[in-house]
């Protein structure tokens, strides 16, 4: 069996923190349009993901992501370079 894809998984993980229906997240989503969002909640979210995913995100592309799919090459980026 494969290993979903970031991008199956992170709209529940997004929704999950944000109280969010994950039908309304995709990858174009931008998470700092969100009523709920501010730079306190950004943060609580990547500790949020790196828990989810098992990672540890770079804090440069990380803080910068704005975008669902910009969070998912974070992501992505730290399982290639095997942080966890």
């Known amino acids: 069996m494969t290993e979903p894809s970031i991008m199956a998984l992170l709209p529940q993980a997004i929704a999950d ?8 997240i995709t990858a174009d989503t931008a998470i700092t349009e969100r009523d709920s969002w501010n730079p306190i909640t950004h943060l609580g979210l990547l500790v949020h993901l790196e828990q989810a995913f098992g990672v540890q995100l770079e804090e440069e592309p990380a803080i910068r992501a704005s975008t669902v799919r910009e969070l998912s090459a974070a992501i992505e980026q730290a399982r290639s370079r095997g942080t966890s």
């Open 17 to 24: 923190h944000f109280a969010l229906d994950p039908g309304e």
